[in-house]
């Protein structure tokens, strides 16, 4: 078993920066990928940002695109999601998720759908202000 759990979030003025962080415990955790998704009050959730364990590879949705920066610290089984230039859009509860090797048996690695992820974190809280 695999747990995730997530840090880093809070209130914040736009034009702001927070910096989250989710940390993998368990003595499973191997995974390929990880990723950031986020949910808004009354919308569905939503992919954020991914990247490859290895680190050669980041996906992002296009409107986080040059303020958000993912990337992962193998040695603390950790990822992080750089936060810049908040707007109030980006307010939302957001997840971690990772994809264990060997867990997504489709023919595509498309990073930003919800059911390539086997494990997730129970979300923190971002909230951007006007």
């Known amino acids: 078993q695999v747990q995730l759990v997530e840090s880093g979030g809070g209130l914040v003025q736009a034009g702001g920066s927070l910096r989250l962080s989710c940390a993998a415990s368990?003595?499973?955790?191997?995974?390929?990928?990880m990723a950031w998704f986020r949910q808004a009050p009354g919308k569905e959730r939503e992919f954020v940002a991914a990247?490859?364990?290895?680190?050669?590879?980041?996906y992002y949705r296009d409107s986080v695109k040059g303020r958000f920066t993912i990337s992962r610290d193998t040695a603390k089984n950790t990822v992080y999601l750089q936060m810049n230039s908040l707007k109030p859009e980006d307010t939302a509860v957001y997840f971690c998720?990772?994809?264990?090797?060997?867990?997504?048996?489709?023919?595509?690695?498309?990073?930003?759908?919800?059911?390539?992820?086997?494990?997730w974190g129970q979300g923190t809280q971002v909230t951007v202000s006007s």
């Open positions: 368990g003595r499973v955790f191997n995974p390929n990928a």
């Open positions: 998720a990772s994809r264990s090797i060997g867990y997504y048996t489709g023919t595509t690695y498309y990073y930003n759908r919800e059911n390539e992820y086997d494990y």
């Open positions: 990247i490859r364990w290895s680190g050669l590879s980041t």
